[in-house]
């Protein structure tokens, strides 16, 4: 009897249940069981799993999670109690009034699905999509894992306001982590970092800018994964804000996911559903582009843990490095911080001075750039390294810009490495060892002690040029401060420019027969040099250097020679020939600015994008980042050069000081272009990086509009000067008739709106008002808010 009916339940009701497994269903009253043996909830495809995994790499605990079931990966998508690890034997079970239950071994209830208006439950799915719901006997949906979403989000789903993406500790450790993707009430997508502790949300280190504070019903109100792979902001007026790139059409028959990263770093990727054995998922897309560098809040430790030093990868995303002497708190989690293995503070000196007991290493191209409590300058970099070490506070100080020297205190934050930060140096204080040495070494590593006495690094002069000037009609008073320093450099600087024969250049260039292009400065020829393969060259041919002598044309090409960015067109080499002056710079194929944006074929509004970032991000290097600052003087888009891959190089940096060496002083002869020229050059005014804000502002809208700064064709007196034109359509809001119906930038107008107020605050008449190129780079990126800007010219302007 018991036997016939034992067989009964095998033959029967055994294949009845896989049958229903396979179509998705789950039953009230159906149960998991946590071992690594455990069956799971399979949707009717099969895509998708539903059941227990093992996490931290430790066979005992497990987690309710779903996951990707044909893919080697079992990619998980979403999980239940990532916090809270079940240990074995924890058992899932669906309830027809509580919902889905996980009771720990002994009963105690761990996690649940909160069912909406404690609906009773009459069964499960596992959907095809990857959604897990739970149905009422109406069939009414009254729990889903869509709308409970973890760190992924997958087609289909949706994300409403105040909707979060959380990202989880580590890459096996699934307890809550740092960082957050949430859609905010204003309608703008922004991924923050937290604090663990309270849920503070800090400053967004990427927004989308689909918020609209001055008309609410344009903001953005759902993000939408739609089936086909895309992924987008939609907002109350149907515009979509793709974060998808339009140009890569994810792959068909694919599955897709957009996932916040345990390292902040958002990605959208697909996996071949046909896949071969070295297939694997592609990343379509990572968000932001250098997270190394777009953490950068007061507060918070940044991409990487306290004293850690953020380093990206090629794939986009970071990872960690603590500095010497330096060790992770917790050696299981690399991006976590990082804490010195000796004693640094006041408290170590005792018998030994501080030389005795430390010693000072340096990491190129690094910084931290908040954690500052001193800044000396002008500073020497030995000077730099000395009074750290001797300053029992200090525990890094970063010299940059060729006389700031930044005391840092601990915890440093925000730390990463840069190679757009050439020329700038960290000097990490570290222990000498145990046993500290009576007779302390010469503070000097040799390697540098040899360069130093050649290098007689004097600093000549750091003039505080105070003016006030009464400003014509208003009489409002300006007061503008300007600093200028002068670095006098041995000509033995070593750099890797070569010093040609006039003769050479002259068979290099076929006895400058192919112009490429005439310039203030000098007529620039096509050339072929051999520096071990043949290398074709622009050989630039000046006009009109200074008679001041040698020296000084060294130690200015000497400078631009240092000058590596790579916005930036490089110096290769130089000639000095009698009175021949000539420089030879790399050759960059795809011509000038100018060339592309008004030739005959429109560049995409996208590409105008890159190149406008690509110009800021030299600038800034050149005022800020660089050892010796350089005002460039004549930007303007005959001056942009597009490489192969059309980045925008700047060319000329360095040269107005190189030709005209007085520029210590106030103008005495005009610099620049017509049409470029900020209006300090026509007032006796101090020049400054800003005459440089100004130039690029002009650029700037040349770039959105595609039309030189002055039209005398224009259609309509009204658009002749592009920059009042410009504030005109911003101010009544017609930015359709500036770009003349370019839909591709019109479709991408809250990003048009912001880069015509940008370029706007750069021309604006009065200095100090515009922003420094940092601004002005982290308001093209979106990660600063624009202002609304003022009249650039509120002692002309009348209407
Ligand atoms: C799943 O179960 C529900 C309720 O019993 C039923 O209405 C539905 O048809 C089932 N679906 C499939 C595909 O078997
Ligand atoms: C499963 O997903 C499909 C596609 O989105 C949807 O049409 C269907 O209603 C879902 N099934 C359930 C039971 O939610
Ligand atoms: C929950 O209750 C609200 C209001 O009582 C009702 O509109 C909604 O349909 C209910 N939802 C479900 C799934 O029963
Ligand atoms: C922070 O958020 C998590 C997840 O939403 C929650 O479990 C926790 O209680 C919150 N902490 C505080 C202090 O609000
Ligand atoms: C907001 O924008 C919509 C168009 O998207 C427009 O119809 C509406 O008048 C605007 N409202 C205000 C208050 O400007
Ligand atoms: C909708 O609003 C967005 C700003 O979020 C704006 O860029 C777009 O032009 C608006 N579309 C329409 C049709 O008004
Ligand atoms: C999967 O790929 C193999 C080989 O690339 C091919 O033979 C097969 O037809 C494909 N299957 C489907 C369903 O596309
Ligand atoms: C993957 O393997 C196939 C053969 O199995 C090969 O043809 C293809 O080039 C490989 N692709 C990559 C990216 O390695
Ligand atoms: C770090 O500390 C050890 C002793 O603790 C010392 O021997 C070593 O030289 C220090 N410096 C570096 C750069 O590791």
């Known amino acids: 009897m018991t036997f016939s009916f034992l067989i009964f339940c095998f033959i029967f009701l055994w294949p009845i249940s896989v049958v229903a497994q396979i179509a998705g269903n789950v039953s009230v009253g159906a149960s998991l069981l946590a071992t690594e043996y455990s069956s799971q909830w399979l949707s009717p495809s099969g895509d998708f799993a539903f059941g227990f995994r093992q996490v931290n790499n430790n066979k005992d605990l497990f987690i309710v999670a779903i996951w990707y079931n044909k893919i080697p990966e079992k990619t998980i998508v979403w999980y239940a109690n990532g916090d809270r690890p079940v240990p074995r034997g924890s058992k899932l079970e669906l309830f027809l009034d509580s919902g889905l239950v996980l009771n720990g071994p002994q009963g105690e209830v761990l996690w649940s699905a909160q069912t909406i208006n404690t609906s ?5 799915f596992m959907n ?3 959604n897990f719901v739970l149905l009422n006997e109406n069939l009414l949906v009254v729990w889903e894992s869509f709308k409970n979403p973890t760190d992924t989000m997958l087609p289909t789903q949706i994300l409403q306001i105040n909707e979060v993406l959380a990202s989880h500790h580590k890459e096996t450790d699934f307890s809550r982590g740092r960082f957050q993707f949430r859609l905010r009430e204003d309608g703008n ?8 502790l309270s849920n503070n949300t800090y400053d967004p280190y990427y927004i989308t800018n689909t918020g609209d504070t001055r008309n609410s019903t344009n903001s953005g109100y759902q993000v939408i994964f739609d089936e086909s792979g895309y992924f987008y902001v939609l907002s109350r007026n149907n515009t979509k804000f793709y974060l998808t790139p339009e140009e890569k059409v994810p792959a068909a028959n694919s599955y897709h996911r957009a996932t916040l990263n345990f390292d902040g770093v958002f990605s959208l990727s697909y996996h071949p559903k046909n896949f071969t054995d070295n297939q694997s998922w592609t990343v379509i897309k990572t968000i932001p582009e250098n997270i190394c560098r777009s953490i950068y809040g007061e507060i918070g430790s940044g991409a990487c843990g306290y004293n850690n030093v953020c380093i990206l990868k090629n794939d986009g995303r970071p990872m960690c490095k603590c500095p010497p002497n330096y060790s992770l708190l917790d050696p299981d989690d690399e991006y976590g911080s990082c804490k010195p293995d000796f004693i640094l503070g006041c ?16 990491l190129p191209n690094t910084d931290w750039p908040t954690s500052d409590y001193e800044l000396s300058e002008p500073f020497t970099e030995r000077q730099c390294r000395v009074s750290c070490l001797q300053d029992c506070m200090c525990a890094v100080s970063i010299f940059r810009n060729g006389d700031k020297c930044w ?12 190679n757009l930060f050439y020329g700038l140096k960290a ?21 540098n002690a040899q360069q130093k006495s050649k290098n007689k690094l004097i600093i000549l002069l750091a003039v505080l040029l105070t003016s006030s000037v009464i400003a014509s009609s208003l009489g409002f008073i300006f007061i503008y401060r300007n600093k200028r320093t002068r670095v006098d450099r041995d000509t033995s600087v070593e750099t890797n420019l070569r010093c040609f024969a006039y003769k050479e250049l002259q068979e290099a260039t076929n006895g400058f027969k192919h112009e490429l292009g005439r310039g203030a400065f000098g007529v620039v020829y096509k050339g072929t040099i051999r520096q071990g393969s043949f290398v074709q060259v622009a050989v630039k041919k000046l006009n009109n250097v200074a008679q001041d002598g040698e020296k000084e044309f060294r130690t200015e090409v000497n400078v631009i020679g240092q000058t590596h960015h790579k916005n930036l067109v490089r110096l290769l080499g130089f000639c000095e020939d009698g009175p021949q002056r000539l420089l030879v710079y ?11 944006l008004f030739g005959e074929f429109k560049p995409s509004w996208n590409q105008r994008v890159q190149i406008a970032f690509g110009i800021a991000r030299g600038l800034l290097y050149l005022h800020e980042e660089c050892s010796n600052q350089i005002i460039h003087c004549d930007i303007k888009p005959q001056n942009i050069l597009l490489d192969e891959y059309y980045n925008a190089r700047i060319s000329d940096f360095g040269l107005a000081k190189l030709l005209f060496l007085d520029q210590s002083q106030t103008s005495t002869a005009i610099r620049g272009t017509k049409g470029y020229v900020a209006p300090e050059w026509f007032r006796n005014l101090p020049i400054t990086v800003k005459v440089d804000v100004y130039s690029f502002g002009v650029l700037l809208l040349e770039i959105i509009c595609c039309r030189r700064s002055v039209d005398t064709d224009a259609s309509g007196s009204e658009k002749i000067i592009l920059t009042y034109w410009a504030f005109d359509c911003y101010q009544e809001r017609t930015l359709d008739a500036l770009v003349e119906n370019d839909m591709e930038a019109l479709n991408d107008r809250e990003k048009l709106e912001r880069f015509v107020a940008i370029a706007i605050w750069c021309i604006q008449e009065d200095p100090s008002l515009r922003p420094t190129m940092k601004k002005v780079t982290q308001m093209l990126e979106g990660v600063l808010q624009v202002p609304i800007p003022p009249c650039p010219t509120p002692f002309i302007m009348t209407n």
């Open 128 to 130: 095809d999509t990857g």
């Open 347 to 362: 408290q170590a000196d005792g018998l030994w001075s501080q030389e005795d007991l430390y010693d000072m290493e340096e």
């Open 120 to 124: 009773f439950v009459a069964y499960g």
């Open 407 to 418: 005391k840092k205190k601990l915890p440093l934050s925000n730390g990463r490495v840069d």
């Open 586 to 596: 790399e050759f960059l194929s795809n011509g000038t600015l100018a060339s592309l």
């Open 189 to 196: 997508v922004v991924l923050t970092p937290i604090d663990l």
């Open 427 to 447: 000097f990490v204080k570290v222990s000498r060892g145990d046993q500290p040495q009576l007779n302390p070494r010469s503070l000097i590593p040799k390697k």
